[in-house]
């Protein structure tokens, strides 16, 4: 079993910057695809970026794209997401999930653990 643990969220200013962490424990993450996601109140948990299992390919959804970057120490078991140019509009709820393949993936219904979430909220 896989334990996900989210931290580094909190409140900015619009143009600010954050960078979350993605803590594993349970197993290794060296070899498997991880994502973060959002979820904004009322809306549904979507997308925002992904790392595959090798770290050879990345994909982010449009909205974040240059500004989030996804990345992974696997010594440390960890995945971070560092998030520049913040906007309100990037206010949500971050979520941290693993899949149990190494192919990376943009579904959520792909991922088989998650975290708890981390709030981000931007103020203007």
């Known amino acids: 079993q896989v334990q996900l643990v989210e931290s580094g969220g909190g409140l900015v200013q619009a143009g600010g910057s954050l960078r979350l962490s993605c803590a594993a424990s349970?197993?290794?993450?060296?070899?498997?695809?991880m994502g973060w996601f959002r979820q904004a109140p009322g809306k549904e948990r979507e997308f925002v970026a992904t790392v595959s299992g090798t770290s050879s390919t990345t994909r982010y959804a449009d909205p974040v794209k240059g500004r989030f970057t996804i990345s992974r120490d696997n010594a440390k078991n960890t995945v971070y997401l560092q998030m520049n140019s913040l906007k309100p509009e990037d206010t949500a709820a971050y979520y941290c999930a693993a899949r149990s393949s190494s192919d990376y993936a943009v579904s959520r219904n792909l991922y088989d653990y998650w975290g708890q979430g981390t709030q981000v909220t931007v103020s203007s």
């Open positions: 349970g197993r290794t993450l060296s070899n498997v695809a």
